[in-house]
């Protein structure tokens, strides 16, 4: 699998941007996407993720308190592609956001789970 993360920027507070995450090769039936974002000097953290079952056309996400009710997560089959909105962007928002791919398809908020992952794309929040 590979990924591809895209839409980064520099926006203002409060402003917003969407982050984009291609996926390309062989999935799954069964599979989890999600966003970690890493500030400098910081461990990578969770920020949020969504699954899909192609049998069951259940799909769940989850999100970290920090951008619950801020972010929302979403993706398009079809395009084989998720998607981050992020809204009320805040200074400590800015990171480096890297998506990710699992095919154990069980929401996880931990890095070990998820054993694809893209190049980040850089989100910059001026205060």
């Known amino acids: 699998v590979q990924l591809q993360a895209s839409g980064g920027g520099l926006v203002e507070t409060g402003g917003s941007l969407r982050l984009s995450c291609a996926a390309s090769g062989r999935t799954s039936s069964s599979y989890v996407m999600g966003w970690f974002r890493q500030a400098p000097g910081k461990e990578r953290e969770f920020v949020a993720a969504?699954?899909?079952?192609?049998?069951?056309?259940?799909?769940?996400?989850q999100y970290s308190d920090s951008v619950k009710g801020r972010f929302t997560i979403s993706r398009d089959n079809a395009k084989n592609t998720m998607y981050l909105e992020m809204n009320s962007l805040k200074p400590d928002d800015k990171a480096l956001y890297y998506c990710?791919?699992?095919?154990?398809?069980?929401?996880?908020?931990?890095?070990?789970?998820?054993?694809?992952w893209g190049k980040g794309t850089q989100v910059t929040v001026s205060s």
């Open positions: 969504i699954s899909w079952n192609v049998y069951t056309q259940y799909s769940g996400s």
């Open positions: 990710a791919f699992s095919l154990t398809g069980t929401l996880s908020t931990l890095r070990n789970r998820y054993g694809y």
